[in-house]
């Protein structure tokens, strides 16, 4: 309701001053819609915020797929049935914490706590990863637990990394799966 009131005024202040003036009157999901002089309008397209990603398997098989700014690697992933395990898909998985006897409390963990989604991504596109979104403390801890000798510095939990227009392109490898039996 705020934003439809502010997107009035600008548009009110924008034919005010005439062709010289150029407002923004409509922000949402990335969508700018301007004013400039009188008529013209300019609309974000879905192209603005698409980012293709090419998967490839530990067997070498690539699939190019389109994903959306802000998704995980691992949404990406699950959205065109592409082999990424997951098991708490990067939220956190419940912890029960027992109290006493009668009192068992919920906890609702956050952040990534599998380890199974373990991606590699090469240069140029990790450097921007590293930089932008850097791993945090436990998602390193996942990471040498679970994968040791296999993760390298082009390595990252796939439901961290989220989509960026910058990421466009970029190639993502998926090493094998962890063993049945990994916890
Ligand atoms: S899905 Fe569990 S750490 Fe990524």
Known sequence: MASALLAKKALRQALAVGARSQAT?????????SIIGSSRRTLA???????NVTFINHEGLRI?????VGQSLLDVAQMHDIELESGC?????VQQKKHSERWTEDL?????CCHFCHVKIPSPWINTIHDKQPATEKEHELLEEHWQEEATDNSRLGCQVMLT??????????????PADCP
């Open 89 to 93: 898909g990067g939220g956190g998985a």
């Open 45 to 51: 397209s879905v192209k603005d915020v698409t980012v």
């Open 64 to 68: 190019t797929v389109p994903g959306r």
């Open 165 to 178: 227009k910058n990421l466009d392109g970029m190639q993502v490898f998926i090493p094998d799966g962890p």
């Open 108 to 112: 609702f963990g956050r952040g990534p």
């Open 25 to 33: 009157v409509g922000r949402r999901s990335g969508a700018v819609i």
